[in-house]
């Protein structure tokens, strides 16, 4: 049965996607606990698959009995195997803490809802765990689409931001494709691991670099690097809660792996950083990303809309990280986005949860909370914590990584920005932080009915436990964070590196 | 010099971390309190079985996980670590029964939330105080900073408000945009992070890389309130009188020295800074914020504000002691921070005490107090007389080292530096004391119908003011230790 | 100079490509109103299927279907049929390409519910008249 | 640009890898049209994705449009059958409904044509046939599961463009199509599920022939029709249901 883990983690949650779309006519009960098994299936056989890397190297699976550069093959090694870990726990920690809220909003349409939740993210395992690049197409194409269709559900603006997340993420997904193009035409092969191999015996390099070009702008779109990224603040701050603390920890990442999995795979890691000329470039675009993006957030008064720049200034940090080019700041760059996954999800879902009392996220709205919701509030400090870099939370561990990083490739421009933006990050959270702990708890928004006051508590049980989980392994990652390097990432990031370098 | 493998060190720090549960569930108060003193018990005691293994010459160490190669979560108990931690666990007690009798006083809201905090603060102090590496201290170091940023805004009023984000400005500033760069350059350089005796830069160190990394770590750590990072401390003065007794004379601004201390000797190293001429450096910055402190505290009205600053002179005079690199002067740094905890704490308890008894915070409105609360003021003499440096009070001693030290390093004006700042002390002290007894009838301000702070403030009070005089005669535990210390640091 | 347009003869199709992708490009961009946006996104779609398509051509190859006299007893070679994967691809490229139009259509027709006009500058107009409301 | 020039056969793009399909189809799967051997077999996990993002599709129409609650229209249009005569009811009036001489017909007015209902009536059948045989043939002919499936799926719109909405969701309701979509790429996925039951990787038909004694190259065959009727049902099921969502808004009272 071991054999079969690779398929199951994908297949599962589609089986399961289909069973809950017909569930949501005949009995909506049934919907969150078919979601729930096919995750918590998929979450094990992706912990399974991980030790059998671990135990045996690299893991390929021949999709319907054919070798690779003629079949599809899906390629696991240590990179995406944790990967494919951090996203089947998003996904279970996100299902269970919105599920009353799912519930609420979306009453008779929640098969449909449960079902793209389910869709969404067998496309992001899809992409994560697939050796084909254009397979990475099809799967990036059913996450995105899913994508749109939650984002999209929020009121108001959210529909029209919805439809330019789609305009741009259409743009990325053809620039993507386009570049895959270019590779088929110059290889005549589709396998990335079969490509690789082609690529160095070519004697013409002006269409790999044009696909490479392709492909990163495709990306930079997809994953929102600075110049790239008005579609973000909008599509994140206008969606429902449900969908957006589900996007906004996976997306961007996977769409960095993808970048990740192209230099280290595809195009191998000395094309990419000295015969393009670019790293240089890109290096640059990331400083300005982590800048521009921790200045814009200071603006914002709304709590959403600035944790959706805080993201964009992430993008920052892992893309900057991982074009210096070094062993430390690749390191950097992976580790920070398991780290980063997880401190989004913990910071969403606390917001997630402060609005499913407050119904507002702007900051008026937040006063006082420290009194009236103390856990969420604990859980949100140290989401914030982990964000800003501070030792006990994993956030620290990949920032000394990215500083080390930084400092070794003698980009100090980037070790500035580094530390500039977690400064900001200190201004923006305890500037929340204040307003919710000092100001008394106004209870305006509860203005018509006036026993409020003993009304208003925590929030409910089950968004309450996964954030606390979340917190909780935010430290546990922060303490942990050696093995999670030197088992998992270094194996998984070194070899390309050494082999070229 | 054996290691002994030993968890006590872990335990003495996760002692008052356990107790917060306990604490933030019980409906009591005092059942709260009992709690507390329980753990600060605990935690003395286990400090203090770890004293003669000490004295004896080994250390015990623990590594808890691995962070990055070469550095790993590890805790070490050695003579400094050990006289810093014995200092903060004692007085924990002490200052738990004081706040029981404040708090009830002035029947503050949230007491709950104070304990818990003030629990945590102390488990960092002492994880700054046993830890092995600079990681491990800066991680005790944030959370101490962390830990600390509730209480000094205990009151959540705007003034608190404004002066915790100053408090966090300065302080997370410091420590994310300065020390932080300079760790991960060091850990570049030498690959690991450890205090080793000789410091670690064994290749010596170009200048032009040395100077910018010691100036990041000693004004990083603005918790050591060296004069340009020192603004936060007077603006922390909002916080309840314990706090600032406990944090601001014991618990955080020693942290902020010990780090320092522990850069000096433990990452460079004395030889490397002797060569390159860093001490006299050092000795000129800490000169110039004793020096620029005492005056600001001569003009300080508010009684806790002028204690701020003179808490910020003293601070540099255990710098001083640091940079001289010469032995009696490490020992009088060391020596320092012992006598001058306890003299602050009693200054910073009697001021307490006469808010809960009268209310008045200025001095101006203090004349002829001494009447009204005559053991109060006798503890503010004799603790201002340790802080001064005075024969029969503790401080005297670890001052003397000092100026020994400045002898033996040569450093001349040093030594004027130490003598016109005592004066100076004295200067902002004496007068207090003076105007309080020895007043006509006329200009005194109180028709006796103040009477002594309660109980529960008074002994604490009297109990630090007669340990100071005790030092004096028996300064054996601190004055061993430190020299011990020293010994392992020089001798290398 | 005839080598320049021998260049641009032989290779025409990926000329066409391109000029297709800017002109989708540019109505995206430019264009007010969402419906044209939404078609000049279907033309910068169809252009890169249609530079995959031309790659699949072969001088006189037959379409990519094995004839009836070809079952088995003798050898198939290549040369004679297209490529066939390119068409499989597109074939999924179609289809994706299909379901974005579908789910663009739908969120403008959710647009046009709410704010019932399609010009972009009018519903952000709208937008911000409740947005100020709001405050 | 030094790409190969249009239709060369050595450019690297038909000298790698697509030699072998055209080679080895036949023998691997017995199925001539070489596109629908690729599409199905080798290359059959893209095309799971690809029904799965039709069906996506399907999904976001509905989450973003359907609209359950009942507001009803200002003005509803009452046409009598045999005399050709509309009513128009204000909001509020009692409308006809009992009697089967009047039939409820879209506010936008259309015309009444018998001419285009009666024509419609006859051609939909033959187009219907036709679908299934694209669908069927996709061995042999040009064709296959998607091609089919959007023939179908037309066919049923042409109904509803020439009748009105309602008379389509009586024959075919939103509920079914949803179920049938889900249903379509149930079979696809079962059948990989299967194999992946019988021991083979996913999608591996040839251990069909366990179960239908047939050799592994005929099971492969089998296996691709099999998954082109799961695609075509679940194309045709979606494009209905799109069709509903979008042309009436979410309200699926009144469409084109």
Not at chain 1, 308 to 331: K, Q
Not at chain 2, 242 to 265: D, E
């Amino acid at each position: 049965m071991s054999a079969q883990f690779p398929a199951l983690i994908i297949i599962v949650p589609l089986l399961a996607a289909l069973f809950v779309n017909i569930a949501g006519w005949i009995r909506r009960s049934l919907c969150f606990p078919t979601a729930l098994a096919a995750l918590v299936v998929s979450f094990l056989s992706a912990v399974g698959l991980m030790g059998r890397v671990m135990a045996d190297g690299d893991v390929i699976y021949r999709m319907a009995g054919w070798d690779p550069p003629w079949g599809i093959a899906l390629h696991i090694d240590h990179l995406n195997g944790i990967i494919l870990i951090l996203i089947s726990l998003v996904a279970i920690l996100n299902l269970i803490a919105h599920r009353t809220s799912a519930a609420s909003q979306f009453t008779n349409r929640l098969g449909a809802f449960y079902a793209l939740y389910l869709l969404f993210v067998t496309g992001l395992m899809g992409i994560v765990i697939t050796g084909d690049t254009f397979n990475l197409y099809v799967l990036l194409e059913i996450s995105s689409l899913s994508g749109y269709a939650l984002l999209g559900m929020g009121g108001g603006r959210a529909t029209l931001s919805s439809l330019h997340y789609l305009f741009l993420g259409t743009i990325g997904a053809s620039f993507y494709l386009l570049g895959i193009g270019y590779l088929y035409i110059v290889t005549g092969s589709l396998n990335m691991v079969d490509i690789a191999g082609i690529l160095p015996a070519l004697e013409n390099v002006a269409p790999v670099k044009v696909s490479f070009i392709l492909c990163l702008v495709g990306l930079f779109i997809k994953m929102a690097l600075f110049p790239l990224h008005t579609w973000l603040p909008n599509a994140y701050s206008h969606a429902p809660n449900p969908a957006a603390s589900l996007i906004a920890p996976l997306t961007t990442k996977v769409m960095i792996y993808i970048m990740i999995r192209l230099i280290l795979t595809v195009y191998q890691p000395d094309f990419a950083f000295i015969q393009m000329e670019i790293a240089e470039f890109i290096q640059w675009l990331a400083v300005i990303a982590i800048i521009a993006g921790s200045i814009l957030a200071y603006k914002q008064n709304r709590l959403k809309r600035m944790l959706s720049y805080i993201i964009v200034v992430e993008v920052g940090y892992m893309v900057g990280g991982f074009w210096l080019g070094n062993a430390a700041g690749m390191t950097g760059a992976v580790l920070h986005v398991l780290n980063d996954a997880m401190m989004t999800l913990c910071v969403f879902l606390a917001a997630g949860a402060v609005m499913s009392r407050v119904q507002f996220d702007e900051f008026k709205h937040l006063q006082g909370l420290f009194g009236k919701m103390p856990y969420t509030m604990i859980a949100f400090v140290v989401g914030a914590l982990s964000i800003i870099g501070v030792p006990p939370t994993c956030g620290f561990f990949s920032k000394w990584y990215l500083i080390s990083g930084g400092i070794n490739a003698g980009h100090y421009a980037f070790v500035a920005a580094l530390i500039i933006s977690s400064l900001v990050n200190v201004l923006l959270f305890f500037r929340v932080i204040e307003i919710s702990y000092f100001e008394p708890f106004a209870n305006h928004h509860h203005s018509h009915n006036h026993h409020a006051e003993s009304l208003f508590q925590e929030a409910s049980l089950d968004m309450l436990v996964p954030l606390l989980v979340t917190a909780g392994l935010l430290i546990a990652m922060g303490i942990y964070a050696h093995i999670l390097v030197t088992q998992f990432i270094e194996p998984a990031v070194l070899p390309s590196l050494m082999g070229s370098l | 010099m054996i290691t002994i493998i030993s968890i006590k060190p872990l335990i003495a720090i996760l002692v008052s971390l356990l107790v917060i549960p306990i604490l933030a569930s019980s409906r009591k108060p005092n059942v709260r309190e009992a709690w507390t003193f329980a753990a600060a018990l605990i935690k003395f005691g286990i400090i203090a079985s770890m004293v003669p293994a000490v004295l004896a010459g080994h250390t015990l160490e623990l590594t808890i996980v691995p962070f990055f190669e070469g550095i790993d979560f590890k805790l070490r108990v050695d003579a400094f670590g050990l006289l810093f931690a014995l200092v903060s666990s004692f007085l924990w007690i002490v200052t738990s029964a004081y706040s029981i009798g404040y708090m009830r006083g002035l029947d503050e809201h949230s007491q709950t939330r104070y304990f818990c905090f003030f629990a945590a603060a102390l488990s960092a102090t002492v994880g700054v105080a046993f830890s092995a590496n600079l990681l491990t201290m800066y991680i005790f170091y944030e959370i101490l900073s962390l830990s600390t940023y509730p209480l000094v805004t205990h009151h959540q009023d705007p003034e608190a408000r404004s002066s915790g984000r100053k408090y966090l400005l300065y302080i997370m500033g410091g420590s994310i945009g300065l020390v932080l760069p300079a760790m991960v350059a060091v850990y570049l350089m030498t690959g690991t992070l450890d205090f080793a005796s000789g410091g670690i830069f064994s290749g010596g160190l170009a200048f032009a890389q040395a100077l910018p990394l010691l100036l990041m770590f000693v004004f990083g750590f603005s918790k050591a309130a060296v004069m340009p990072m020192h603004a936060w401390l007077p603006a922390a003065m909002v916080a309840p009188t314990p706090v600032s007794a406990l944090l601001h004379a014991v618990a955080v601004v020693k942290v902020g020295v010990f780090c320092v201390f522990r850069v000096i000797t433990g990452l460079f190293g004395p030889d490397l800074l002797q060569a390159l001429d860093f001490g006299t450096l050092l000795c000129v910055i800490a000169a110039i914020t004793i020096l620029v402190s005492s005056l600001i505290a001569l003009s300080q009205d508010n009684l806790k504000r002028r204690l701020a600053f003179s808490t910020i002179g003293q601070l540099s005079y255990i710098v001083l002691g640091a940079a001289l690199l010469s032995k009696s002067g490490m020992t009088g740094g060391m020596l320092h921070i012992a006598m001058h905890a306890f003299g602050k704490i009693t200054l910073f308890f009697c001021a307490g005490a006469i808010v809960v008894a009268t209310g008045i915070k200025n001095i101006s409105e203090m004349v002829g107090i001494g009447k009204q609360m005559p053991l109060t003021m006798a503890a503010f003499f004799i603790g201002s007389l340790s802080v001064i440096g005075l024969p029969p009070c503790g401080g005297f001693i670890s001052k003397w080292h000092l100026a020994i030290g400045t002898i033996e390093a040569e450093q001349f004006t040093m030594l004027a530096v130490l003598l016109i700042s005592s004066l100076l002390n004295a200067a902002y002290f004496l007068p207090i004391v003076y105007r309080a007894f020895f007043c006509t009838e006329a200009e005194s301000m109180f028709e006796n119908q103040f009477k002594e702070a309660p109980g529960w403030c008074l002994a604490p009070l009297l109990a630090t003011a007669v340990i100071s005089v005790l030092l004096f005669f028996y300064p054996q535990p601190f004055l061993t230790l430190s020299q011990l210390a020293v010994s392992r640091i020089l001798g290398g | 100079m005839p080598d320049l347009l021998s260049l641009f003869l032989a290779k025409y199709n990926y000329w066409v490509v391109i000029f297709l992708m800017m002109i989708g490009l540019y109505a995206m961009m430019a264009k007010n109103n969402l419906v044209k946006k939404i078609i000049g996104m279907n033309i910068f779609q169809t252009a890169v299927i249609l530079f995959y398509v031309s790659i699949a051509t072969k001088h006189d190859a037959s379409i990519p279907i094995i004839g009836h006299g070809h079952n088995g007893h003798h050898a198939i070679h290549a040369a004679d049929y297209m490529n066939p994967l390119p068409h499989v691809l597109m074939l999924t490229a179609i289809v994706v390409s299909v379901a974005t139009l579908g789910v663009a259509l739908a969120l403008a027709v959710k647009a046009y519910q709410q704010h019932d006009t399609l010009e972009e500058d009018e519903i952000i107009e709208q937008l911000k008249t409740d947005y100020l409301s709001q405050q | 640009m030094d790409f190969p020039a249009y239709g060369d056969p050595e450019s690297p793009a038909s000298q790698h890898v697509s030699p072998y399909y055209i080679e080895k189809a036949i023998e691997d799967t017995a199925v001539p049209n070489l596109v629908t051997a690729v599409l199905a077999d080798y290359r059959g996990y893209d095309t799971l994705f690809e029904t799965a993002v039709i069906f996506t599709a399907g999904l976001a129409c509905f989450i973003l449009l359907r609209r359950f609650r009942r507001e009803p229209p200002q003005f509803r249009l009452y046409r009598h059958l045999d005399t050709g005569v509309t009513l128009i009811i204000e909001q509020g009036g009692k409308e006809p409904t009992d009697s089967d001489e009047f039939r409820r017909i879209d506010s936008q007015w259309v015309p009444y044509d018998l001419i285009m209902q009666k024509a419609v009536g006859l051609v939909v059948p033959f187009l219907q046939l036709f679908a299934l045989y694209v669908i069927a043939h996709g061995h042999h002919s040009p064709g296959g599961g998607f091609q089919g499936g959007v023939i179908f799926g037309a066919t049923l719109i042409l109904i509803a463009i020439s009748n009105d909405l309602r008379s389509t969701t009586r024959r075919i309701s939103e509920t079914i199509s949803s179920k049938l979509a889900s249903t379509g790429v149930l079979i696809y996925a079962g059948t990989g599920a299967l194999c992946l039951l019988l021991g083979a990787n996913f999608l591996n038909y040839s251990q069909l022939s366990k179960l239908i004694h047939v050799s592994t190259v005929m099971a492969r065959s089998h296996g691709i029709l099999l998954i082109e009727i799961g695609v075509g049902l679940a194309v045709a099921a979606v494009m209905i249901w799109i069709y509903y969502n979008l042309v009436s808004a979410g309200r699926h009272d009144e469409g084109l």
